[in-house]
């Protein structure tokens, strides 16, 4: 998973120009298209330049910032974009590749619901043999510094392991994005798909501040503290408590039994009654 600030944060040279294509190839200000597929560039300049000329591919004078589509056909273009302040002195120049390729990957985006606490993205792509995701904090209106201070609090949030949107994904689909609990702000959800020749990616951002965070202790019942047993079964039987200060009973154990002498004929001895003599009949 990627994490970073886009192209279009604040920058920190009071000259910048930021210029780049969408679906790029991998770079910002480069991309590979399929003839007849049209790439969307954007740029933004420091409020230093007050006016920006087109030339290359495109042609004409252009405001400071702004988005234009342009098409690709069988030859591959090159957009240059000059701005300039007032009295011309200050000027910077930047440029974007269009590159026209019969193999080339594209990409297309969408937000297909946009609802309360969540979103579902939806995606396709051509040519493409692996698509893998990236989330992106997004802080366009802050300075350098704060920039710096939120992405690490943006960091330290672990956003993107609770999201849905991470790893591999099938070269076209949907999906539905749940509220981030671990992060309010603005998340870029990218997909960069590519075979052995090129890539292009794609981004939606999201902000998450103007929707509502789901309660969970709604969502999670609470778990049961003493559920009670089922009432065909028998009641556990608990032993009696024993008062401080006195010790229980020794168990008891059974008596020895003494063993039984089978029955005899008494025998004759010291204590035996003797006869008297036989009485001899006259």
Not at 24 to 34: E, K, T, W
Not at 237 to 243: D, L, R
Request: aromatic share 8%.
């Amino acid at each position: 998973m990627l994490l970073g600030v886009p192209s279009f944060a604040q920058a920190a040279s009071p000259y910048a120009l930021n210029f780049s294509v969408s679906p790029s190839d991998g770079y910002v200000f480069q991309a590979r298209l399929l003839p007849g597929e049209t790439a969307t560039v954007s740029w933004g300049a420091s409020p230093i330049f007050k006016r920006c000329i087109a030339s290359g591919g495109w042609n004409g004078a252009k405001a400071t910032s702004g988005t234009e589509q342009v098409v690709i056909k069988k030859k591959s273009k090159i957009l240059y974009l000059t701005c300039m302040s007032e009295n011309g002195l200050k000027r910077s120049t930047e440029y974007v590749l269009l590159r026209s390729d019969s193999t080339a990957v594209s990409v297309d985006m969408s937000l297909e619901k946009d609802e309360q606490s969540s979103v579902t993205l939806k995606w396709s792509s051509k040519n493409a043999t692996t698509c893998t995701t990236g989330i992106y904090c997004i802080f366009t209106s802050l300075a350098t510094s704060e920039q710096t201070q939120k992405l690490v609090e943006c960091y330290k949030s672990n956003v993107w392991k609770e999201a849905p949107w991470q790893g591999e994904m099938p070269s076209s689909g949907s999906m539905q994005i749940p509220f981030p609990m671990g992060w309010t702000g603005q998340l870029g959800y990218g997909l960069t798909c590519k075979n052995d020749r090129s890539s292009a990616a794609q981004q939606i951002n999201v902000d998450w501040t103007r929707k509502v965070k789901p309660d969970r202790s709604i969502m999670t019942p609470p778990p049961v503290a003493n559920p009670v047993p089922p009432p065909h079964d028998p009641p556990t039987q608990m032993p009696s408590p024993v008062p401080d200060g006195i010790m229980p009973p020794p168990p008891l154990t059974p008596a020895p039994t003494t063993p039984t002498s089978p029955p005899h004929s008494p025998q004759r001895g010291r204590g035996s009654p003797q006869r008297g003599p036989a009485v001899q009949g006259g």
